[in-house]
């Protein structure tokens, strides 16, 4: 049960990584458009109201299956965790927030990738498999 929980915990982290990959890459073409947008997607705190999301629930995901002890699982995500906290919480960052955050969302997704390949079971071939050892 809690490797099914695990699982589905790098899943949604994995998922929400690139929806803030998207949310990067596709909000200034929005805001172009639709200007009005701007003027709430624009304010620091939706930002930081994000990270405050992603960072807890990566952080499930990693105590959840014991990720947390795999150094490429917690590197990239510890990094990757840093560099959203960077652009969302300091000012002095403000003009490369768009590259930290996209960068640090890659990182996530990445440690969670790996950690979802890592949990899969392994199959060993052999004569009692359905597609046997030849």
Known sequence: MVQLKARWLDIASMVLSALCVAH????????????FLG???????VHQVLVLMAAPLSLWALHASNAW????????????????????FVPAL?????ALSLLGAVMIA??????????????VHSATC?????
């Open 94 to 98: 403000h003009d490369a927030e768009v």
């Open 130 to 134: 359905a597609h046997g050892a030849d």
């Open 24 to 35: 990067c890459v596709a909000l200034p073409f929005v805001v172009a458009g639709l200007p």
């Open 39 to 45: 003027t709430f997607t624009g304010t620091d705190w």
């Open 69 to 88: 002890r795999k150094w490429a699982v917690s590197l990239p995500m510890a990094g990757g965790l840093l560099l959203l906290a960077l652009a969302a």
């Open 110 to 123: 990445a440690a969670h990738g790996i950690n979802y390949v890592s949990q899969r079971p392994v199959h």
